[in-house]
């Protein structure tokens, strides 16, 4: 749960291909490893799960069951960026200043991963990495890929720097890192409300400050909060 960098993968392009090559890209990823599929599943199936300890929280903010409150929330959450402020108020109003900064501080995690683009993307083998790993292709990255592959070096349109590279110890990692925040959320949950959470945990307020990443972006927020109010302390003192 210590990892503060959620994705450490290399580019293609930390692999030039030879001058005058174009390197090769397949959805086919027989060549692969089966081990990258299974990875690539447990990844997917934890990043749902963020969903479920969001809806948690949220039940926990709002009283209500953990069961109704996901369909609630997806409901919710649908409706764009001022439904989400609405949340984000509501919670401000019932949880206390502790618990608030931690819930924006999952908020922060749980955004800053790259759930959406694995979503999206397209996974792909290339030979022309080895073992180093299976590519995440941008889907407008892949219309001029393939655009390449059909007119040659020539027409090559794509990004090498904007291709991600994964090795499965990175896979692995990023999952650890997402179950990490799928705890955060839950544990949450149960400080808020620890008589319905869906997941019970001794002291789990204690539990939460031990995850790092956490306890930076708190601190953080902690800090920008004691300098705010010794500015307008010296302001208003000064306007005496």
Known sequence: MSETKTDTAVTLADFPPPPGQFPSF???LAPLPPEYGRLIAELMSAYSLID???????????????AVAVFVYHELIAEGAQTRRMVRAAAKGVLTEDQYDYF???QEMSRNTPRNDMAHGMWAHSS???????????????IGIHGAGLAGAQGATFNAAG???YSAEILEKLARHVMAIVDAWLMLAAWIRPEAAPVKFDKPE???????????????????????????SRKSAGGR
């Open 163 to 165: 291709i991600k590279v």
């Open 26 to 28: 397949s959805t086919n």
């Open 52 to 66: 479920v300890g969001q809806s948690a929280v949220f039940g926990a903010i709002f009283n209500t069951q953990a």
């Open 128 to 142: 022309h990495v080895a073992d180093a790993g299976i590519l995440l292709v941008p889907p407008q990255q892949w």
């Open 104 to 106: 924006e501080a999952i």
């Open 206 to 232: 204690e539990k939460l400050r031990t995850i790092t990443p956490l306890t930076v972006i708190v601190q953080g927020k902690q800090a920008s909060r004691r300098a705010r109010a010794e500015r307008e």
